[in-house]
Structures are given as structure tokens and as C-alpha cells.
């Protein structure tokens, strides 16, 4: 009883308690996340493993073929050129595609988190393929709608400093430093004021049916409020998962850097020295370390989870410290 009182969601806590019993839960019912979020998981891992082939392969190749053709005829055939391009678009399609899918599995996650929130037990579920559309369809929302709230201000900035290069470069004149200290303080400002939209995108997502833009206005201060412990979670448990993470994605890394090298090496005449199954070794070493990637990151998820639960329990201890005095 003790034990299930302790993870209980609303309960004040400090950033260890969270970090504590977030890492217990994830471990306990780790088999009930497996189960729920696998082929969501698995469909990442291959969007993944595409998108590590062609950064990896792909990119590189027709970089190597341009450059050769700079180099032998002072100029480039327009095919690599548009195969480039193509590429690129590919890139981008790709990567909107790995958050959409890494949205969705993390909402068959964070499923079994509101059944949680609701009845205090996580279930394993029943059969190998479930699935929860309606929270799948809120939370890939709340991410878009994160993401486009915390990356505007950046975008602006960009803009900003852009507009002053173009109209007015004397200004920059003998103040490159200055200006490279003044935009870097401007984007830790930013991505400060941004934490908060931990807590937000968290409630909209198990507090349905408020709309993410209502849930920022009424509880962006309540996160602020709380900024200090959103900190400690964030930042402990981003550079506990990028550690781990470093570690299983270490065979793509060297095989990334081994083809980098390799390319490189074309340029100065050496032979490529690449195996016929490069595409396909680099394909499936992806997609396998990425799959194992996706649950090391899911960690972040339980500790925002219970982050928000001790944050909604100390907002409601204030609520009724204010009524009593």
C-alpha cells in the first residue's frame, strides 16, 4: 500500500522524488509500455533507419559526385544536382515523419500513463496491438502546437539577425563577437521562457477536452512558477537519456563516421572500399538502435509525467493555503 502510495500521480514532490519514481515506474512497467507502443515504436525505428541511410550514404555520394565534377569540369551536370534536391526534400519528409511517428508512440505511452492518472494501476494490455486514436490525435497536436509556440521565437531572431546582414552590414562591422554574444543570450532567454511548455503540452494532453491554446493562457504561469524543478527533471534526465543513448547508437555513429571517412577519401583518389551491402547493413543498424533508443527516451516522458502530477499537487496546496488565509 505504501509502495502504491508513492507513485501515486498527485503528490508534491521535490525533482529527486520525481526523478526517483519516475525511473521505478518506467522499469516496473516497462512490459506494459513494450506492449502498447511496440509497432508504433517500430515504425519510428524505420523512418529512422531510412533517414540514417540517406544522411549516411545517400548525402554523401552525390555531395562526392558534385564536388568531382567541380573539380574536373569546373562545373556540374544538372542531374546530380536535381537528385540532390530531391534528396534534401526527402530529408525533410523524413524527419517530419520520425517526430510524427516518435508523437505516436509516445502517446500509446503516455496512454497507459492517463490510465494511471485515472485509476492509479497501469494494465498490461490484452493484446499486441492496441492503440488509443483519440489521445494519438491530441498528443501528435500538442506536440505540433509545442514546437511551433518554442521554436517562433528562434525563427524570429534568425529573421532578425538576417534583415540586419541584409539591409545594414556596416553595423555588424567589428562587432561580430558582440552580435554572436547578444543573439546566443537572446536564445537562452527563449529556450528558458520555454520550459514551461513541458507542464502545458502535459496537462492538455491528460486533461482533455480544453484546446492546447486555452491550456497555455490559463497554465504557462504555473509552469513558470515551477520553472526551477521543470529545470532539474529536464536537464538530469535529458543528460541521463543522451548518455545512454550515446551508448546504443554507437554502431550507427561509427558506421556514419566510417562512410563520412570513406567519401572523403574518394575525393583525394583514394577507392571508396565500401561493401556492396553498405545501404542495407546501414539500414537495419538504424533502424535496431533506434528502436532501442526510442524506450531509452521514453524515461523523459515518465519524468515530465510525474513532474506535472507534483506540480498540480503544490498549485492545489496554494490554491488552499490562499483560500485559509
Request: with cysteine; hydrophobic share 50%; proline share 4%.
Amino acid at each position: 500500500m505504501d509502495k502504491q502510495q508513492d507513485t501515486d500521480l498527485l503528490k508534491a514532490r521535490s525533482y529527486r522524488r520525481v526523478l526517483t519514481v519516475g525511473f521505478r515506474t518506467f522499469t516496473e512497467h516497462f512490459r506494459a509500455f513494450f506492449k502498447a507502443s511496440w509497432q508504433m515504436a517500430l515504425l519510428y525505428a524505420i523512418t529512422c533507419g531510412a533517414l540514417g541511410t540517406l544522411t549516411a550514404i545517400r548525402i554523401p555520394e552525390l555531395t562526392t559526385v558534385i564536388m568531382q565534377q567541380v573539380t574536373a569540369y569546373q562545373g556540374v551536370y544538372i542531374e546530380p544536382l536535381l537528385q540532390y534536391s530531391s534528396s534534401i526534400l526527402v530529408l525533410l519528409l523524413l524527419l517530419l515523419l520520425s517526430v510524427t511517428t516518435l508523437s505516436l508512440g509516445s502517446a500509446t505511452i503516455l496512454a497507459k500513463l492517463k490510465e494511471h492518472k485515472d485509476t492509479g494501476c497501469i494494465s498490461t494490455p490484452p493484446s499486441w496491438l492496441t492503440a488509443s486514436p483519440r489521445l494519438m490525435g491530441r498528443t501528435l497536436k500538442g506536440v505540433f502546437a509545442t514546437l511551433l509556440v518554442a521554436l517562433l521565437p528562434f525563427l524570429l531572431v534568425l529573421a532578425l539577425i538576417v534583415v540586419i546582414v541584409k539591409t545594414q552590414p556596416d553595423m555588424l562591422h567589428g562587432r561580430l563577437i558582440t552580435a554572436l554574444t547578444t543573439a546566443f543570450i537572446m536564445c537562452v532567454v527563449t529556450a528558458a521562457l520555454a520550459l514551461p511548455l513541458m507542464h502545458v503540452l502535459m496537462k492538455y494532453i491528460m486533461e482533455p477536452p480544453c484546446s492546447f491554446w486555452k491550456t497555455l493562457r490559463k497554465h504557462y504561469s504555473s509552469g513558470m512558477r515551477h520553472w526551477g524543478m521543470l529545470f532539474l527533471v529536464f536537464f538530469v534526465s535529458t543528460l541521463t537519456v543522451q548518455l545512454v543513448q550515446l551508448v546504443v547508437m554507437l554502431p550507427a555513429h561509427i558506421l556514419n563516421i566510417a562512410s563520412q571517412t570513406a567519401y572523403l577519401g574518394l575525393l583525394k583518389g583514394d577507392p571508396l572500399g565500401m561493401p556492396s551491402y553498405i545501404n542495407t547493413l546501414t539500414f537495419v543498424t538504424f533502424t535496431l538502435c533506434c528502436f532501442i533508443a526510442f524506450y531509452v527516451s521514453q524515461v523523459m516522458l515518465v519524468h515530465n509525467y510525474y513532474a506535472y502530477g507534483a506540480i498540480e499537487a503544490k498549485e492545489q496546496e496554494r490554491k488552499e493555503l490562499e483560500i485559509n488565509i
